[in-house]
Every structure is written in C-alpha cells, then in structure tokens.
C-alpha cells in the first residue's frame, strides 16, 4: 500500500484517531481506525455477498502505527446530502431527483434485507428499541420523561412491531450515507425491524430544525414512501409505511439523546435541547392519538426559539 497514493477527506467521527482517504484516480477509499472498524468490515463483507447495495471491501490490513485499515470501493463523489446542498438554488425544497435516486435506493436495501430475514431471539425487539432509541441515555438526562405514558406509548410500538422481521440493519441510515450506488458507514449496524433504516430518511429532516438546509415536501415524502411500499408489497406482501409512525418515536427518542442537556447560561445549546424534547413531547402526542407521527407539523427551531423567548411555552 502506497500512501503516497492516497488523498486525506476527513476524520472519522466514529473513530477520535481514524480518517478517511481517497485514491488518487478517486476509485477508492480507505478508512483507518481501530477494532470497531474491523467488526464494521465483516459485517460489510457479509452483507455485500447478501448482496445489499454497499461498498465491496478489497484490502483489509494493519498501517505502520498500528491502526486498522480498510479499502473499498468508490460508490460515487457525492453523498445525497451532499447533492442536496449543492442543488439548492434560492429555495430549501430539496431536489426531486435527489428525493428519487433516494426512492431507488432505499427500494434497492428493502429488497436485500428482505431476501435475507434473522430470526429473532427472545427480547431482540426491545433491544433494538433501547439500542435505536437510546433510552437509557434519554431517561437519564431527561428523568421527567422517564413515565407511565412514555413507556406506554413505547410498548404499543413494540407490539405494534410484534409480526414485523428483523433484518441486518444500518441503524444510521439518512441521506448523508446514501450515494447514488448504495449506502456507506455501517459501524452502528444491527437488527432491525424491517423498514426502520429506510422509511424515516426524508421525515427525519424535520429533526434538525430548518434553520439551514433543505426540506423535503409532503408530495415528496409520499413520493418516496410509495417507492418503498411498492418494493416491500412486491417481496412481503405488506405495505412497510404501516410502521412509520413507531419507527418515528423511536427516532425523535434518537434525536433527543443527541442533544444533551445544557445549562440555561449556554442559550444556543439549551434551546436545541429544549426543542428535541418539545419534538419528542410532540411526536409522543401524535402517536397517543392517531399511531403515526406528521413531522410536516413540527415547527422549526426559530419558531420554537421565538415563542419561547416570548414566554409562550409550545
């Protein structure tokens, strides 16, 4: 392995000393790391024989220092993130032909995961809850929502969930590691139940608060979720948006453990903590009511921000 080779892109956030570098004809990446890239490697070599659209490993080995490292193959410059952010053009509508190269994509996963079910081993179900939702985390930074309904709510997910099949999962999956030729960064990889990695990719836009970026419209959302039942219609014989609105919980769980509490005195953090938990109240709400969660109702950061400035509590 020549290093010379290589072009350094960036370090790796799932590893503090690890990197990502590009070949020089931009055929290739390699990611260094340590043990938990070495776990994501067999994984990734045994779904890619399962023929899930990722990344073929082709050289796997130690570097001089001692790190792991392995190489794969290119799946394209641009992450459907990436192509998002460079379509905008005075709107934050995300492009459609980003929303159904997505649409192609997830269909394309759907497809593979369904090809290849796990059978489920007693409490595999409420450990992906917990492992999905970071609940412990989430409990403990936030003990006031650690309650009788909560956990209600919880529980009518998972038996909601109770007939859906697990699958070898990414447990991350969103636009920034979806390329055009398949999906990268599988280090938190898992069971799932089928449809949790790709129904929620465009509704968990509405996560991040629109205060930059782009969104994605009603039409679109419909749009893609019709391409992902089509696909799951065709190979299970059910259409996978029925889980959404469970899998959404479980998400605005996720994004709350993302944002840690703060103290008051650091404002900017403090009220993005306050907003994941007023989405979390929210979507729980939703869920209470109807079984799905309509992220298209959820205000955005600012507005949030502003009404609560305003000592109008949402």
Sequence with gaps: ????????????????????????????????GGAELRTEAEFQRRIAELDYPVPHVLEEGVTGDGHYYVVEESLGEQTLHDRAMASLDGVRALHDDVVDTAGQVGARLLRAQTAHLVA???????????????????????????????????DHALDSLGTVPLVGGHLDYGLPNVLAGGVIDWQHHGLVPLGYDVLPALEIIAFKGGSKGYTAGPAQRHRYLAVLDEASLNTTGQPVSQNLGA??????????????????????????????????????EQYERTRTVDTALFPGLHEFATRHSAGHHP
């Design 1 to 32: 392995m020549n290093e010379n080779d290589w072009r350094f892109v960036k370090r790796r956030t799932a590893a503090a000393d690890g990197a990502v570098y590009v070949s020089g004809d931009g055929t290739r990446y390699r990611r260094t």
């Design 120 to 154: 489920p081993e007693p409490g595999a179900l409420r450990q992906w809850l917990d492992s999905a939702g970071f609940t412990q985390n989430v409990f403990q930074e936030n003990p006031d929502l650690d309650n009788t309904r909560t956990h209600a709510a919880l």
């Design 247 to 284: 899998y959404l919980l479980v998400k605005a769980l996720f994004f709350l453990a993302l944002m840690r509490p703060a103290h008051p005195s650091r404002a900017d953090k403090h009220m993005k903590w306050q907003y994941r938990r007023h989405l979390f109240t929210k979507g729980l």
